[in-house]
């Protein structure tokens, strides 16, 4: 069963609203005052997008809890929503529950990872799942409940969720889950999440970023190891490199540049010409 993230609904303008939350902190104006300005077109919707621009430079982050995001998520592993549940601020879960389920002819839909497919087990998976789902049909036929029946159930299982979850939320999952570090699944559900809110409201949506991207910390806060591990540790610094090169700034040791530093920057540019 494929992955699918539907945007089912949203703050209705989300750069309106995320607009007035933030100039009401900053500006004599009452937020009516705010909305008449940007109803009759006094404030156009580039001057909104730089003035969140600005904000989102400052950790004033509690305004972008009143943006909501409300999604439709299926064909997940349990292993997937193990790690979902443990977000616990600003961000709901309904999910489909296996008490209240059963799985008719105990036929569960699952997930076969690549890795799996890639060493040739598939097959054996779903030989060794065919069984469970065999035996979990013979307990529910037993009088066996659900509930009981499904302690059978792997991690692979698959399983749906309605969430609503806001903006400050999403852009800390989508900080940790878009990161390399995070579980593959995980990644790919947060980069759906992602497409879909770009498409609503692109604006804010390049903002849900791995926590290293350019509109986020900036630079990787993972072990070095990591980081030298990680394909886009190329293009991000790891914090320790921007320390030491600080420590180096602050005892005065920073390299000079150099004659051949020069010469190199000159051959290029007579190179380029
Ligand atoms: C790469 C990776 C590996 C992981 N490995 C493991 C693992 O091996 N074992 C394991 O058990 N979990 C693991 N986790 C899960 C992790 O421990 C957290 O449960 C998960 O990231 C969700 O918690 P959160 O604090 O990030 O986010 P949320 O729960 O969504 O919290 C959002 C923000 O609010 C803050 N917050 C929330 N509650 C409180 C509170 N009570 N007091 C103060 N601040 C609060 C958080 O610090 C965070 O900044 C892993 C996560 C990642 C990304």
């Known amino acids: 069963m494929a992955i699918q993230v539907?945007?089912?609904?949203?703050?209705p303008d989300p750069?309106?609203?995320?607009?007035?939350?933030?100039?009401t902190c900053y500006s004599q104006l009452t937020p009516q005052q705010v909305l008449k300005r940007i109803d009759d077109e006094r404030i156009d919707r580039e001057t909104m997008r730089e003035f969140i621009e600005e904000r989102l430079k400052t950790g004033h982050a509690s305004?972008?809890?009143?943006?909501v995001f409300e999604f439709g998520i299926s064909g997940v592993?349990?292993?997937?929503?193990?790690?979902?549940?443990?977000?616990r601020v600003g961000i709901s879960f309904e999910q489909q529950s296996q008490r209240y389920v059963t799985y008719r002819g105990?036929?569960?839909?699952?997930?076969?990872?690549e890795t799996v497919k890639r060493a040739g087990l598939e097959e054996r998976m779903d030989e060794l799942f065919d069984r469970v789902g065999d035996l979990y049909e013979e307990m529910v036929a037993a009088g066996v409940p659900a509930?009981?029946?499904?302690?059978?159930?792997?991690?692979?299982?698959?399983t749906n969720f309605k969430i609503t979850v806001n903006f400050q939320s999403l852009l800390h999952i989508c900080d940790?889950?878009?990161?390399?570090?995070?579980?593959?699944?995980?990644?790919?559900?947060?980069?759906?999440?992602?497409?879909?809110?770009?498409?609503?409201?692109?604006?804010?949506?390049?903002?849900?970023?791995?926590?290293?991207?350019?509109?986020?910390?900036?630079?990787?806060d993972e072990s070095e190891k990591d980081w030298e591990a990680c394909p886009i540790g190329r293009?991000?610094?790891?914090?320790?490199?921007?320390?030491?090169?600080?420590?180096?700034?602050?005892?005065?040791?920073?390299?000079?540049?150099?004659?051949?530093?020069?010469?190199?920057?000159?051959?290029?540019e007579l190179a380029g010409g």
């Open 6 to 11: 539907t945007l089912i609904s949203h703050t």
């Open 15 to 23: 750069l309106r609203s995320l607009y007035m939350a933030y100039r």
């Open 63 to 67: 305004p972008l809890e009143q943006i």
């Open 77 to 87: 592993s349990r292993a997937f929503s193990h790690q979902f549940v443990r977000h």
């Open 106 to 113: 105990g036929e569960f839909p699952y997930t076969v990872p």
């Open 147 to 158: 509930e009981d029946a499904r302690f059978l159930l792997p991690n692979a299982t698959n």
């Open 176 to 220: 940790l889950r878009l990161c390399t570090r995070a579980q593959w699944e995980f990644r790919k559900v947060a980069a759906l999440l992602r497409a879909e809110v770009m498409k609503v409201t692109p604006e804010l949506g390049r903002y849900l970023q791995p926590k290293c991207g350019e509109h986020r910390l900036g630079y990787c």
């Open 235 to 268: 293009v991000r610094p790891h914090k320790q490199v921007l320390f030491r090169i600080y420590d180096q700034y602050r005892r005065g040791e920073l390299q000079p540049l150099r004659d051949e530093d020069w010469a190199a920057i000159e051959e290029q």
